[in-house]
């Protein structure tokens, strides 16, 4: 299996990143492991890579996934945001 050195890495993320590690009961190469895997299942479930069919599939999906569903409106939040 692969090795993955990281150089240079600011010390208050390795602090946050051992935190995460012992909030999830797992070792720090764990917790990594765990971080990548999910990392690339996103890209993987998102980015389409130029592929026109990848992207009609996904659009698909989502249509399929929020069919029926309303939404608030959020234009008066930004809004009041913006003014801020």
Known sequence: MA???VENLDPIILEKLETLAKQHGRSLQ???KNIL???TEK???Y???GDMEKAREAV???QVRYAG???SDSTELIREDRER
Request: charged share 20%; no cysteine.
């Open 30 to 32: 764990d917790e990594l």
């Open 60 to 62: 698909a999906r989502a």
């Open 69 to 71: 569903k309303t939404f």
């Open 47 to 49: 980015h389409t890579g």
């Open 3 to 5: 090795q993955i050195l």
């Open 37 to 39: 895997q999910q990392a």
């Open 43 to 45: 890209v993987g479930y």
